[in-house]
């Protein structure tokens, strides 16, 4: 049986803010309330933004330590 053709909606770049048919996902926001939001960019734009840091690394160390 072959699978359904993978259907991908245009998205914004956060970069250079141009539509893009290849969106790629650099980042997740998470919020307290209501669903959060990913963020793309086109293949271009993802290939020069920096990693998104791991929110434990932003924390002083005895906070993240006690999240973990
Ligand atoms: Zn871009």
């Known amino acids: 049986m072959d699978e359904p053709p993978v259907t991908v909606s245009p998205r914004v770049c956060v970069r250079c803010t141009a539509l893009t048919a290849i969106p790629v996902v650099v ?3 998470h919020q ?3 669903p959060g939001f990913s963020v ?3 293949p271009d734009c993802a290939a020069v933004l920096p990693p998104t840091p791991d929110v434990f690394t ?6 993240a330590q006690a999240a973990r």
Do not use: D, F, R
Not at 58 to 63: D, E, R
């Open 27 to 29: 980042s997740e926001v």
């Open 32 to 34: 307290n309330s209501g």
């Open 40 to 42: 793309y960019a086109c």
């Open 58 to 63: 932003l924390l002083p160390a005895p906070l």
